[in-house]
């Protein structure tokens, strides 16, 4: 996509460059492009009326898609990527995923620790003090829970917590707070707390893990 700008000094329809615009390209998509294998990039290419070019390397397929698409279509790339990613999954795999990402970063004892405080509470035991639709407050375990998804901030009072969210990880309590939300709500902070935490790059919008709720 171009641009016309007039020159200095001269009149209007006068002589005028034809810059570039500079296209913004999401980081979330960029990193998605790295982590889609080759084949599944020369479809995605077709799709968008790209002929097949043999011999292009992966990242030539990327700086393909990235240098032809334009702004709109790369956004709605990017949401393709991550509905093909994580679309299908039930809140039960998305917090699964979210735990095991955890634990990867873990040491082995603290992953012993981690799931053995996963397993001793049920959502039975938390009692709602605030509700939606986009921020709920739990009371478990004389612990106050809150999940704010207009915020993208967690929190907890436990004491695991103080250690997991400087490492942006999920304690049993929030964990159990996203069983009780909404579905749909739950759904849509899952994925992008995932797409964070795996895609994410300083110019995506990030999640706020705090030890205490204020």
């Known amino acids: ?6 020159l200095p000094g001269t009149g209007t329809g ?4 034809v810059q570039p615009i500079k296209k913004r390209v999401p ?3 960029v990193n998605l492009l790295k982590d889609t294998s080759p084949p599944v990039l020369v479809a995605l290419s077709e799709q968008y009326h790209l002929p097949r070019v043999p011999g292009l ?3 030539a397929l990327i700086d393909r898609l990235i240098r032809k698409l334009s702004a709109a279509e790369l956004n709605e790339l990017k949401d ?17 995923l979210a735990l095991e990402r955890d634990t990867i970063r873990a040491t082995r004892k603290r992953i012993r620790a981690a799931r053995a405080r996963l397993d ?8 709602l003090l605030e509700g939606g639709p986009h921020r709920w407050v739990f009371t478990m375990h004389g612990y106050d829970v809150l999940v704010d998804l207009k915020a993208r901030r967690l929190a907890c009072g436990c004491t695991f917590f103080s250690f997991a969210a400087s490492r942006r990880a999920l304690c ?6 996203f069983e009780l939300i909404p579905e749909a709500y739950a759904r849509e902070a899952l994925i992008d707390l995932l797409v964070w935490r795996e895609y994410g790059t300083a110019d995506t919008p990030g999640w706020h893990f705090e030890a205490r709720v204020a």
């Not at 393709?80 to 699964?96: K, N, Q, T």
């Not at 509470?121 to 009692?127: L, N, Q, R």
């Not at 049993?172 to 707070?177: D, N, Q, V």
């Open 1 to 6: 996509m171009y641009e016309k700008r007039a």
């Open 172 to 177: 049993k309590h929030i964990a159990t707070a």
């Open 27 to 29: 980081g979330v998509l």
């Open 14 to 17: 006068q002589f005028t460059v």
């Open 120 to 127: 001793t509470i049920s959502p039975g035991e938390a009692i």
């Open 80 to 96: 393709s990527l991550i509905a093909a990613r994580f679309g299908s999954m039930p809140i039960e795999m998305l917090l699964r």
């Open 57 to 59: 390397s992966h990242q």
